[in-house]
């Protein structure tokens, strides 16, 4: 089962105490009615927060789906947001948030949690294809700040559950000037012409719709617990530390992210010897044992 972005913000709001749960008794695309909170707030009073459908009777859509309050109707308990894709029903569950924790912000948050977990093992077969005539390929931008770990070249193209890819040993990654394209040149010309499968080391993509999916290499405890202490040293930092509780909510946050590092460690391919180099004799490329 995939964990998107819509759940992380569900599970690190719940662990900061900002989400409130609770079941719609009616709605449409653009509303949330919920008899069981009416006369319980001020009109207005969760504008502007964040509102989301984490489950509904059926499993269908708008489960999962997020949106931000533009109003809040007390007397009824009626939710008001842009367009979900279908409506809200009696029995979907749903949560909402104070505009302390707004919608872009939480997203904003998210994304700078999984960053600073550092870069993880990721795979890209679709940018490349080799060429028997061709040695010199260009980097995609997404891994081109760091050397590859590794790349193998698919030597059967016509069964996609066998793709028999083959480690290509012998290459050098020459870096690039600022905003070009850096290249990786093969010793050899490849001898056959499927698709170059590059592994390489890269910060989490950014993630900005409700079902976007956190990379499985991170466990969604790694990625509570470090959007957590991002969310709460965003919340520090903005109230310069004012608040006694806070400063040890954060401090606890970020004990509990150093464990979560060691409990759930993410997945870090290994580099591959590469036998070809170039270049002048006494210089050093990155993956060398011997530098020359």
Request: aromatic share 8%; hydrophobic share 35%.
């Amino acid at each position: 089962m995939t964990y998107t972005l819509s759940d992380l913000l569900v599970d690190a709001l719940t662990d900061l105490g900002g989400i409130n749960i609770s079941e719609a008794t009616g709605g449409s695309s653009t509303t949330v009615v919920d008899t069981a909170i009416a006369n319980s707030g001020d009109d207005g009073s969760w504008k502007n927060g964040l509102i989301v459908v984490t489950q509904t009777t059926d499993g269908e859509a708008p489960e999962g789906e997020f949106k931000t309050t533009t109003a809040f109707t007390g007397s009824s308990g009626t939710f008001t947001f842009y367009a979900m894709t279908a409506a809200v029903e009696d029995g979907d569950i749903y949560g909402y948030t104070s505009p302390q924790w707004q919608l872009q912000q939480m997203i904003q948050i998210a994304n700078r949690g999984l960053s600073n977990l550092g870069t993880i093992g990721q795979v890209d077969n679709t940018t490349l294809d080799a060429a028997t005539d061709k040695t010199e390929y260009s980097t995609a931008v997404a891994w081109q700040r760091t050397p590859p770990m590794r790349i193998q070249v698919q030597t059967n193209t016509t069964n996609s559950d066998d793709n028999a890819w083959v480690d290509i040993v012998e290459w050098q990654y020459v870096p690039a000037a600022a905003g070009e394209q850096g290249k990786i040149i093969l010793a050899l010309q490849p001898e056959y012409t499927g698709d170059l499968q590059i592994w390489y080391l890269a910060r989490h993509p950014k993630l900005t719709n409700f079902d976007d999916v956190i990379h499985e290499s991170i466990s969604p405890e790694l990625a509570v617990a470090s959007t957590v202490e991002a969310a709460l040293r965003w919340l520090n930092t903005r109230n310069r530390g004012g608040e006694d509780f806070m400063l040890q909510r954060w401090n606890d946050a970020k004990v509990a992210l150093n464990e979560a590092r060691v409990r759930y460690p993410t997945y870090r391919p290994i580099r591959r010897t590469k036998l070809f180099t170039i270049g002048d004799e006494g210089a050093s490329y990155p993956g060398d044992r011997n530098p020359r």
